[in-house]
């Protein structure tokens, strides 16, 4: 059975910090694609960052480029997502998702990803 299972999400203050972790299990990190993607009430789910860990492979979206780190430790099957200076507009559910496709470019397109976590809430406010 394949799980992706977020954590760290939280309240954090704006120009703070937060590190999302994504726990995969029942598939190879070398095999997929994760891609971090962010969901509020009035916006569709949008991809915020990728990594694909076969070659290293990263990319961002350009509201977070600078101020988001993506990586992995595959000898823990974890994908973290480091989220420095965050702005109010962060704000919103995150969720990890695996790609089995080996079209890097496909990263956005949330219907392209095979499996998904549940998803972990942040809020940025003061």
């Known amino acids: 059975e394949v799980q992706l299972v977020e954590s760290g999400g939280g309240l954090v203050q704006p120009g703070g910090s937060l590190r999302l972790s994504c726990a995969v299990s029942?598939?190879?990190?070398?095999?997929?694609?994760i891609t971090w993607f962010r969901q509020t009430p009035v916006e569709a789910r949008e991809g915020v960052s990728a990594?694909?860990?076969?070659?290293?492979?990263?990319v961002y979206s350009d509201a977070v480029n600078g101020r988001f780190t993506i990586s992995s430790d595959n000898a823990k099957n974890m994908v973290y997502l480091q989220m420095n200076n965050l702005k109010p507009e962060d704000a919103g559910v995150y969720y990890c998702?695996?790609?089995?496709?080996?079209?890097?470019?496909?990263?956005?397109?949330?219907?392209?990803?095979?499996?998904w976590g549940q998803g972990t809430q942040v809020t940025v406010s003061s």
């Open positions: 029942g598939i190879s990190l070398d095999e997929y694609t």
């Open positions: 998702a695996a790609l089995r496709s080996p079209l890097f470019s496909l990263w956005l397109f949330v219907e392209r990803h095979d499996y």
């Open positions: 990594l694909r860990s076969r070659d290293g492979s990263t």
